[in-house]
């Protein structure tokens, strides 16, 4: 329901670039959860998640400004919710 109302509303461009975002940064936190993965949860060699948390930085970099922006945002204000419900 929310997308077809972004897609209707806004430039379908900036909805694309703020969902790239979002599954880079999703991308990001799972190569970065991989990262703490012991030999014997089977952890793969160190460097490949480390290449793939920087690619997806990297790439999430890349996007245009108000794509990073918007994330962003959106991002820090999820993560505001939750500290302030997890206090009260």
Do not use: H, Q
Request: charged share 10%.
């Amino acid at each position: 329901m929310i997308v077809a109302v972004v897609a209707a509303v806004a430039d379908v461009r900036s909805a694309i670039g703020f969902s790239s975002f979002g599954v880079l940064l999703y991308y990001a936190i799972a190569n970065a959860s991989a990262w703490t993965l012991t030999r014997a949860e089977n952890r793969p060699p160190r460097v490949i998640p480390a290449v793939g948390l920087a690619g997806c930085l990297l790439l999430a970099c890349t996007l245009p400004w108000t794509s990073v922006a918007s994330g962003a945002a959106v991002i820090a204000v999820g993560a505001a919710v939750y500290v302030f419900t997890r206090r009260t």
